[in-house]
């Protein structure tokens, strides 16, 4: 199992740039969230799926932020145009349905995203 | 103010030393209690899960949920240098919307050697 796994793992911009993130999860997960992780917010969630459909997305900060899972096995976060205010660590993660409600999720080790 | 409130930390023990991490919580719903722990430029990755109230121990780690007080602890026994790393408490309500956790900030923890 490779776990949930994040490209690139470092990204460095400038203001105004287009930047996209990805995951792919867990092979049999079908729950999938991104978390944006800052020093003064903790961990905030994004947005999650389920079966590649977006369940909620309330916590997607503006309508620079959107993401799309085309496939069980990847999704994308994409932020345009990029701010540094954007800059913090982007998280995905997994988790199972068939466990059970509240199953655990699986983090993937995050895009540490830098703009400037 | 915060859902679940933690301290930041950092927190310093000598290694050994029983360690308690704690959270407080506002929303009498939550039934699911997690702690998660993060090494440095790591994911989170879950360490205990517990269901309501009560104790839960696993190996070194003790979890206790006091739901009267809506609050939560992480004991840590004969702490070790590897166990340096931010814990975050996350709990969640139960229904069928998805794994929806609410995360506290974390607590940075130190174990010197």
């Known amino acids: 199992d490779a776990g949930v796994i994040q490209s690139p793992r470092h990204e460095v911009t400038e203001m105004g740039q287009e930047v996209t993130l990805r995951c792919k999860p867990i092979?049999?997960?079908?729950?999938l969230f991104w978390y944006r992780q800052t020093m003064m917010r903790g961990l905030e969630l994004l947005i999650y799926?389920?079966?590649?459909?977006?369940?909620?997305d309330s916590g997607m900060p503006e309508d620079r932020f959107s993401a799309k899972m085309p496939n069980a096995s990847f999704s994308t976060l994409k932020i345009q145009p990029s701010e540094p205010r954007d800059s913090a660590v982007y998280f995905c993660?997994?988790?199972?349905?068939?466990?059970?409600?509240?199953?655990?999720?699986?983090f993937g080790n995050g895009t540490r995203l830098t703009v400037t | 103010q915060k859902e679940v409130e933690q301290d930041p930390g950092p927190l310093s023990v000598p290694e050994g030393a029983i360690v308690s991490l704690n959270c407080t919580y506002s929303?009498?719903?939550?039934?699911?209690f997690m702690w998660y722990r993060q090494y440095s430029r790591k994911g989170p990755e879950l360490l205990m899960y517990t269901y309501s109230s009560g104790n839960k121990e696993d190996g070194r780690f003790t979890a206790q949920v006091d739901k009267s007080s809506k609050y939560i602890s992480l004991f840590i026994r004969d702490s070790q240098p590897s166990d340096s790393a931010t814990y975050l408490c996350a709990m969640s309500i139960p229904d069928n919307a998805g794994n929806m956790l609410t995360f506290g900030g974390g607590t940075r923890l130190m174990v010197k050697p």
């Open positions: 799926f389920n079966n590649n459909v977006p369940i909620d």
């Open positions: 993660a997994s988790a199972s349905g068939t466990t059970g409600v509240n199953s655990p999720l699986h």
């Open positions: 092979s049999g997960h079908d729950y």
């Open positions: 929303n009498s719903a939550f039934q699911y």
